[in-house]
């Protein structure tokens, strides 16, 4: 017997380097939209629903205009609290906007599609700033750096 799909939802988020997926939740986008995610981390979809009985995830890319299909997941009839413990990990091979389509679905019908678009950011990791001598706040001489840049440099690793 299968229940009604009833407002399923679908939400992009990551897992930095070192994190044991097994034991810690993925992290949130980053950015001012909590849009970006890192190129060099799979993208990990987690979902959620109200109701109903999930046995496939569908995912699709506008690419182009037009939605190409880059992954089902199959799942053994999957209730909404199991639902909520499934994460489907998909490498993305380019940076830039994403926007993705998540349908779920049993033998009895398809949710309505779910939204999801991101941008992948290229990350810079195991960098490290350091000073040869002390900053002396006057000196024109020294460089700026973008607190923003650092701040993702280090949220990303």
């Known amino acids: 017997m299968f229940d009604q799909i009833v407002d399923f939802d679908a939400v992009a988020k990551y897992y930095p380097a070192g994190s044991n997926p097994a034991a810690e939740p993925p992290h ?3 950015g001012l939209n909590k849009d970006l995610l890192p190129l060099e981390r799979n993208v990990t979809f987690v979902f959620n629903c109200t109701q109903g009985t999930v046995q496939t995830l569908y995912f699709f890319e ?14 053994n009839a999957t209730d909404c609290s199991d639902l909520k413990r499934e994460r489907v ?3 993305f091979n380019t940076p830039g906007v994403h926007n993705i389509y ?3 679905g049993n033998a009895l019908e398809l949710s ?4 999801i678009s991101f941008e992948l950011v ?3 990791f195991d960098w490290t700033v350091t000073a040869a001598s002390p900053w002396i ?8 750096i973008d607190f923003f840049s650092l701040s ?3 949220i990303f690793q």
């Open 28 to 30: 949130d986008p980053l």
């Open 62 to 75: 506008t690419i182009g205009g037009a939605n190409v299909s880059i992954s089902n997941h199959t799942l």
């Open 152 to 154: 993702l440099i280090a």
């Open 102 to 104: 998540v349908l779920a």
């Open 122 to 124: 290229v990350g810079v």
């Open 89 to 91: 990990p998909l490498h």
């Open 137 to 144: 706040k006057e000196d024109p001489s020294n460089e700026i």
């Open 112 to 115: 309505p599609a779910v939204p």
